[in-house]
Nanobody, 120 residues
């Protein structure tokens, strides 16, 4: 079994920063890509940022220049550094991984979500 455990959410004032972490554990052979999605109340879940095993990154236009995604391969962990936060960044942030499991083949796995609240 594979699981993703997120941490780092919380309440911050506009203009502030937060760093989210997501650690993958379990029967993992390799990770193809990891990313962060978010879902605000009444809205659809959207991609925030993603990073491939080779280090290529992709960002939503709304966070470019403010958010940075990075990874630690040795720890199977992905990070999301969020700077210059805005109230519209308020959402539940979900970690996502596309990986090859040693037991179950290719999987897409989601974390439980962590709430980020940005006050104005």
């Amino acid at each position: 079994q594979v699981q993703l455990v997120e941490s780092g959410g919380g309440l911050v004032q506009a203009g502030g920063s937060l760093r989210l972490s997501c650690a993958a554990s379990g029967s993992i052979y390799s990770i193809n890509a990891m990313g962060w999605y978010r879902q605000a109340p009444g809205k659809q879940r959207e991609l925030v940022a993603a990073i491939t095993s080779g280090g290529s990154t992709n960002y939503a236009d709304s966070v470019k220049g403010r958010f940075t995604i990075s990874k630690d391969n040795a720890k199977n962990t992905v990070y999301l550094q969020m700077n210059s936060l805005k109230p519209e960044d308020t959402a539940v942030y979900y970690c996502n991984a596309n990986l090859l499991s040693t037991l179950r083949g290719y999987l897409e796995v989601w974390g439980q979500g962590t709430l980020v609240t940005v006050s104005s």
